[in-house]
Structure formats: structure tokens, C-alpha cells
């Protein structure tokens, strides 16, 4: 017998043993859609909060996770449940994203915000804009509608409309609360920084989300009016893809809130998916090394980070932040640092 047909014959018989055996693939679990959603970080403390405002606040973050689950059980994308969850919180004059935002030094308010697709990392923003109810559905519509990833000012506002997206004058987002934020820390000021002086009611509140959906998409999110008397043009973190929000399937999606110019500095949502990315790291592990840095720097806030496997995770170094998530097995909602289990 040759060699070439001794190989035909072996190859024959390996052929034959695979036909007798076949290999059963391996059952592929389809992934559970989850969502996870913050309504700002902060010295959120409950000795300083009444058992009202706090059931207004649970109530406000359990309507955005219910906006944004409706979406999910439904078989819906992630950028469309981070989306519909945002809105809910924009309209929400406890939040500082839309309706109740902060005022800007000079009484006006200008929204950023941003919104990324882990499927193809596509991304759309607005900056500082001044007329557009929901700043999410406009960056939404810059991602979806534009060439571009973001637009800022009057053209943001401008391209807002021209989509026909609900427009309102610049007062529509005044509340009594924020005004009186504005006047305190205006007449505080006294040439000193404002950094300094702002309580974390005068600057909390931004928005976000993280998805993934049951086809294992993941997508983020960010809203935010800023911090209270930010110099007019200001523009933080939120709108910044990389810095307050990123996403990329079977990696991570991040949404942020804090100093805004911290997170910029640090990049705080890009550095976490890359060490998760490059580095194997859990996104928990990354987002504490991220927040370090932030830390370090001097500034504090917190992320919600969720994984291409759906593990949701919330860290943050203040003593609080507006938190809640929800999945196909529950839901929950949480406002105060609770001590870690062990903890007296
Ligand atoms: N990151 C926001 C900003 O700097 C503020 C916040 O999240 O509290 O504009």
C-alpha cells in the first residue's frame, strides 16, 4: 500500500469517525437583556434627605427603568432603551437634564449630551444647547441623521429643529430650586472658585444609561445640564464620547457623572473599556482604577459600567449616587453608599 493511499485511507477514517460522532455544538445561551440607569453622583447622604424626597427620587428612577425595559422585553435595541430611559429622567425636574436643569453663570441653561451603538461604535452628541426639550433625542438624531458625531450651539439647536424635534424657549427648563442655587453661589462667590463652593445640590443630577439587549448589543448614554454657574460655553464631560459615555459590543458601555473636567482629563469612559478591552480586567476592577485617577486628580463621580456578558456594575467615590437596574429577574433602585457586608 502507498502512502498517498494510506493517507486517503486514514483521512477516510477520520472522516468516517467524525460522521459516527458527530459533534453536538455547543447550546449558545441567548444573552438577558439588563439595564442599568444613574441620576447623578454625589455627598448624597440619607441623614440629609426626608423619606419624601426620597420616594420622589426611587419613583423617578424606577420610571426610567420601566421606560427603558419596555424596550428590552420587547426584543428592542439598547440604544433605543437607553434612550427611552433617559427621556423620562430629562423631563424630570429632580434631575439636572432637561426640565430642572442647572442655571449657567449668566441665568440660561445649555445641555449636553451624547449617545453611542456598541454594534458599530457609532456615536452622536450635542453641546451647549439652548431650545431642544430632550437633548438625547438630538443626539440621537446627529448619530442616525448626520455625517458627523456632534454638533454644538445654535447649529446643534438649529439641527434639532430642522428634525423636527420638540423645541422650547431656553425658560422651559427654570425651577425655583436651581434658581436659588444660582443666586447662593453667585453671591458666595466672591472671586473664589467655583469648585469650592458648589454643593452637590448645585451641581448633581445628570442622567445616563448602559443596555444590552437580548441580542447582545450594548449601547450608553448621558444627559446633563452641567454645574451650576458654569461659565456660558462651558462644556463637560457628557457629551464627550470617550470621556461620560462609550460603548462597543462584547466590551463594555459606560455612562458617567461627576467633574465633569476630571473626566475629560482622565477620559473616563474610554480608559475603562480599554482596560477591559486590552487589559481583561472585570469592569468593576476598571472602573475603580479609572475613578482613581479622577481621584487623584481631585475630582469625584461615579459610573454605571455593564460587560458584553450583561454583568452590570455601579462605582462611584462620593458618599452617593442615584442608581437603579433592572433585568428579566428583578429590579432595584439605591441612593446612599449602604455599607459593604461585613461593614459595622
Ligand atoms: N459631569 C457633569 C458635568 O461636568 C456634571 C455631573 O455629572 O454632575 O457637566
Not at 443666586?183 to 444590552?212: N, Q, Y
Request: overall charge negative; charged content about 20%.
Amino acid at each position: 500500500m502507498t502512502l498517498k493511499s494510506l493517507t486517503i485511507l486514514a483521512a477516510t477514517g477520520l472522516f468516517l469517525a467524525a460522521c459516527a460522532t458527530p459533534v453536538e455544538p455547543e447550546p449558545v445561551a441567548a444573552p438577558e437583556w439588563h439595564l442599568a440607569i444613574h441620576g447623578g453622583a454625589g455627598v448624597i447622604l440619607r441623614e440629609t434627605m426626608t423619606p419624601e424626597e426620597e420616594a420622589a427620587y426611587t419613583a423617578g428612577l424606577n420610571e426610567a427603568l420601566a421606560a427603558g425595559a419596555a424596550v428590552l422585553r420587547e426584543g428592542g435595541s439598547a440604544v433605543d432603551a437607553v434612550q427611552a430611559a433617559v427621556i423620562p429622567m430629562e423631563n424630570n425636574p429632580l434631575f439636572n437634564a432637561g426640565y430642572g436643569a442647572v442655571f449657567a453663570a449668566n441665568g440660561t441653561h445649555e445641555l449636553d449630551a451624547s449617545i453611542m451603538d456598541g454594534r458599530d461604535r457609532d456615536a452622536g452628541a450635542v453641546a451647549g444647547v439652548m431650545r431642544v426639550k430632550n437633548p438625547i433625542l438630538a443626539a440621537r438624531a446627529v448619530m442616525d441623521n448626520s455625517e458627523h458625531v456632534m454638533f454644538a450651539g445654535p447649529g446643534a439647536d438649529q439641527f434639532a429643529d430642522a428634525q423636527g424635534l420638540e423645541m422650547v424657549v431656553n425658560t422651559y427648563f427654570d425651577t425655583d430650586r436651581r434658581r436659588q442655587a444660582l443666586d447662593r453661589l453667585l453671591e458666595s462667590r466672591e472671586g473664589k472658585p467655583l469648585a469650592a463652593l458648589r454643593t452637590d445640590e448645585e451641581r448633581f443630577g445628570t442622567v445616563g444609561a448602559v443596555a444590552i439587549d437580548s441580542a447582545g448589543n450594548l449601547a450608553a448614554a448621558t444627559t446633563t445640564g452641567g454645574m451650576t454657574a458654569k461659565a456660558a460655553g462651558r462644556v463637560g464631560d457628557a457629551p464627550l464620547i470617550g470621556a461620560a459615555t462609550y460603548a462597543e459590543n462584547g466590551v463594555c458601555a459606560v455612562s458617567a457623572t461627576g467633574h465633569g473636567e476630571y473626566f475629560i482629563r482622565v477620559g473616563v469612559a474610554k480608559t475603562i473599556c480599554d482596560r477591559v478591552k486590552f487589559e481583561d480586567e472585570s469592569v468593576g476592577v476598571a472602573a475603580a482604577v479609572a475613578l482613581g485617577e479622577v481621584a487623584d486628580l481631585g475630582g469625584d463621580g461615579g459610573v454605571i459600567v455593564i460587560d458584553g456578558a450583561g454583568n452590570v456594575d455601579f462605582v462611584f467615590n462620593s458618599p452617593g449616587m442615584y442608581r437603579g437596574e433592572i433585568s428579566a429577574s428583578g429590579s432595584s433602585t439605591a441612593i446612599f453608599r449602604e455599607p459593604a457586608a461585613g461593614d459595622e
